[in-house]
């Protein structure tokens, strides 16, 4: 599924390109020096708006934020135990991000850098039994099992890094562009809480905190939907 939207958006991009350098003359005789505009953003990091101020012809600023509310139901199983699977994701920031075009003559290219707050950047498993279990000589019901629920957050301040492809602001009323980089989150922190005979499972969020240090890097691959103001 990734491969075939990966393939659609480099071809879009390189369509794009080419519709933009046809008209390079007509972006050459016009100032982006105090314009503004805003935009959809659609991608990686889910949808959201952005509104974006001009400074030079080499420099611009956006601010915006986005949401990505995501949830799947049994995409795992635990080998040996019987069980239904909740899986959901809930990442929601504010952005200011900075784009730069290093040279004059790829007006197409913006290096991009800034920062999000993450207000909310949850991922949550919950775990409910569905069958009877023996422990030692006895059978326990999935009701006597209780249910165990896990809870990661990566809430806090994420710095930006990535690049930025075809010009920021729209030749006349309208464009698109593309954003390709990458947020570096805060140190993951898990919550594990369990009910009943499954209580004890607290115990094991050192060793889970441990195991997702690394999972730090957010990846963006958006589509911008842009709009001049003036």
Not at 51 to 78: D, K
Not at 141 to 155: F, P, Q
Request: hydrophobic share 40%; glycine share 10%; proline share 5%.
């Amino acid at each position: 599924m990734k491969r075939p939207l990966l393939v659609l958006f480099i071809i879009t991009l390189l369509t794009t390109l080419a519709h933009e350098r046809a008209q390079a003359q007509l972006l050459s005789d016009q100032s982006n020096i105090g314009a503004m505009g805003g935009q959809v953003l659609i991608g990686s990091q889910g949808v959201g708006l952005e509104g974006r101020y001009g400074f030079s012809e080499t420099l611009s600023a956006r601010i915006g934020g986005s949401f990505l509310p995501a949830s799947a139901n049994n995409v795992f199983s635990i080998g040996g135990f019987k069980s239904n699977t909740d899986v959901s994701a809930k990442f929601y920031n504010v952005h200011l991000l900075a784009d730069y075009i290093p040279s004059e003559n790829l007006p197409w290219l913006r290096v991009v850098g800034g920062a999000a707050y993450l207000y909310k950047a949850q991922g949550k498993v919950g775990v409910i039994p569905t069958g009877t279990y023996k422990v030692a000589n006895y059978n326990i019901s999935a009701a006597e099992m209780g249910d165990l629920n896990i809870d990661v957050s990566w809430k806090g301040i994420a710095p930006y890094l990535g690049f930025g492809f075809l010009p920021s602001f729209p030749s006349q009323m309208f464009n698109i562009n593309f954003d390709v980089g990458t947020y570096y989150l805060s140190q993951p922190k898990s919550t594990i809480i369990g009910t009943k005979l499954l209580s004890d499972n607290y115990k094991l969020e050192p060793q889970v905190n441990s195991n997702l240090k690394s999972y730090r890097w957010l990846p963006v691959l958006q589509v911008n939907f842009n709009f001049k103001i003036n």
